[in-house]
């Protein structure tokens, strides 16, 4: 497979159908994510509309990994934080279709984002994944640095509780 082309994402009805394809997959597979299982398409729709929004007006950015013309994978970039927090964002969202995982979206995804992050000024990046089931070993191998583990800290989709690893990593000098 050739690397995904990766492009921000606005709303058009084609890209929230497919983004909230992708978050219904991703939460019927198990992915922590914010949502439980059954995940309804009128809330899937719901979220891609507000987050969506937040991106045009500048508050975050979502972005899109394509396969030709299939979106395969997702992920945002939170921008809008508070005002002693001009110095970083982060990392939210991050879904890959299960068709497409193992092949290196998620990896060019972040990848994108980080440099996208950099192009506004932005050193540190932040994230949290699931203990059960998280991106660990992507986050990691992208040079995040692991703070802690919050144990219990969210339902997993299914059910049952699961910690949240907290990541961060520094991309520039210091604010």
């Known amino acids: 497979m050739s690397p995904p082309r990766i492009a921000a994402l606005s709303d058009t009805p084609a890209i929230r159908a497919a983004l909230s394809a992708m978050l219904i997959e991703t939460v019927a597979h ?5 949502f439980m299982h059954p995940l309804s398409p009128d809330d899937a729709d719901a979220f891609w509309q507000d987050s969506l929004a ?7 950015i979502v972005l899109g990994a394509f396969a030709e013309q299939d979106l395969i994978g997702t992920v945002t970039l939170q921008l809008k934080l508070p005002p002693n927090q001009p110095h970083r964002a982060e990392i939210a969202k991050m879904m890959t279709r299960v068709s497409h995982r193992k092949r290196g979206v998620a990896r060019a995804l972040l990848l994108a984002a980080e440099a996208r992050a950099r192009e506004l000024g932005r050193t540190m990046l932040v994230l949290d994944t699931a203990e059960d089931g ?3 070993l992507l986050y990691e191998g992208a040079g995040f640095q692991l703070s802690g583990i919050i144990p219990d800290y969210a339902l997993k989709p299914h059910g ?12 520039g000098g210091t604010a």
């Open 30 to 34: 198990g992915g922590s994510v914010s």
């Open 54 to 60: 937040a991106a045009e007006r500048g508050e975050r």
């Open 134 to 136: 998280g991106a660990s």
């Open 160 to 171: 049952g509780l699961t910690g949240t690893m907290i990541y961060w990593k520094r991309i």
